[in-house]
């Protein structure tokens, strides 16, 4: 039976943490791998996930499954830190997922069960894993233009005409925030746009979230996201909680599904519950429970949120260092880009050349397409990859 099987392509993030992981240099750079990263190299628990796990240790007293989409208290809690009142909470259909990835991969399958011959439009680029789920679904799609190499920022213009052929039925993803791989984000007047073109069409948006907090803020990174879900009859949200809660192994994520009106919220529950059954019966829950528990108590969440800042801040500072080593050593202000992005990552627009000399020469890992976690970066680290930067030509 097996030997029917077919190898894989090889995930290139996972490659290049081995890669990483084999080289004996000492001071090699990991920009690889999306995960944030403390000035002392270190993914730390944060201070009220800490707490929260002690409060649930010490009351808890059974493992017993929430239900299939998970405790309705996490989904209360989720909905309101993305949502916030945007929309009835009575339209909103939700399920707990394991991580942000669960809650893409349901949402896909929930699209190909509403409509099976539904074409989802997607950036180009976009976070690797939505194209790979999209052609195991066997979905089709259609890539959308997004990053201008020359600039480093959004080539707005082919956005729009290319998400402008759309129709109903189809589904257009976009980045809430902090845009994977590239950093480089919509301006509020190019979402209004966006908006207008959704509804003109009649497309379905669906608004991956991930890295709510970590740009310009909770409220502000959810800006878009809560426009367009007040704006269009329906949409797909999928949040994920393993950077902004720093909880990546635990495997926290919501899918929410918003309905026309709330006639049509049952619906779209039931189908939720029917895809976490046939895909994993029930959600992980600790996760979820740490998110409710600090979510839902005023001392928690405030210093989550302080914690947060300093997070977001600290990689706001690395871009503005970066840029500002970039332009004096090369005397001109073409990276200044770096510090105009947000989020985790930051794309250079170079050549896989180039990178693959970064890596050999210096030791200095990013993905191929110049995908850098700016959260692997410290104040000691910028100037080394600035000289490298320029030293290699990019």
């Given amino acids: 039976m097996f030997e029917t099987l077919q190898s894989q392509p090889a995930d290139k993030i996972l490659a290049l943490m081995q890669m990483y992981r084999d080289d004996p240099r000492e001071d090699k750079i990991d920009l690889g791998v999306g995960v944030y990263k403390d000035p002392t190299g270190l993914t730390p628990v944060m201070r009220a996930v800490k707490a929260a796990e002690h409060r649930i240790w010490e009351a808890q007293d059974t493992k017993v499954y929430t239900g299939l989409v998970g405790d309705p208290a996490f989904s209360d809690a989720m909905i309101g830190l993305v949502l916030d009142g945007a929309v009835p909470r009575d339209t909103v259909a939700a399920a707990a997922t394991p991580g942000g990835t669960g809650a893409v991969r349901q949402a896909f399958e929930m699209v190909r069960m509403a409509r099976p011959g539904a074409r989802v439009f997607v950036s180009d680029p976009t976070w690797p894993n ?4 999209l052609k195991y679904l066997g979905i089709e799609v259609v890539n ?18 290319d998400i402008g052929k759309a129709e109903a039925g189809d589904v257009v993803l976009l980045h809430g925030c902090c845009h994977n791989p590239t950093g480089a984000n919509l301006n509020p007047s190019e979402w209004d746009a966006v908006i207008k073109i959704l509804q003109k069409t009649g497309a379905t948006p669906m608004i991956d979230i991930a890295y709510q907090g970590f740009g310009d803020g909770l409220a502000e990174d959810a800006a878009a996201t809560r426009k367009i879900a007040a704006a269009v009859p329906e949409c797909l949200i999928a949040a994920s909680c393993s950077k902004n809660f720093g909880i990546y192994r635990e495997r926290t994520g919501l899918l929410m599904a918003i309905a026309a009106d709330p006639s049509a919220r049952k619906l779209n529950q039931d189908t939720l519950a029917f895809l976490n059954r046939q895909n994993y019966s029930f959600p992980p829950d600790h996760g979820a429970r740490v998110v409710t528990t600090i979510l839902n108590d005023d001392d928690l969440r405030a210093d989550w949120k302080a914690e947060l800042e300093e997070v977001r801040n600290t990689m706001l500072a690395i871009r503005t260092q970066l840029a500002e080593e970039l332009q004096a050593l090369s005397g001109s202000d073409r990276f200044g880009f770096l510090g105009q992005h947000r989020g985790m990552f930051s794309r250079l627009g170079t050549t896989p050349e180039k990178v693959e000399e970064l890596r050999t020469k210096h030791g200095i890992y990013m993905v191929g397409d110049s995908r850098m976690n700016i959260a692997g970066l410290n104040r000691q680290t910028v100037p080394i990859l600035a000289k490298a930067i320029i030293d290699v030509g990019i």
């Avoid at 939505?130 to 789920?133: Q, T, V």
Wanted: cysteine-free; hydrophobic content about 30%.
């Fill in 130 to 133: 939505h194209l790979s789920i």
């Fill in 144 to 161: 959308y233009r997004y990053f201008d190499g020359d600039t480093g920022g959004v080539d707005f213009d082919g956005m729009a005409e």
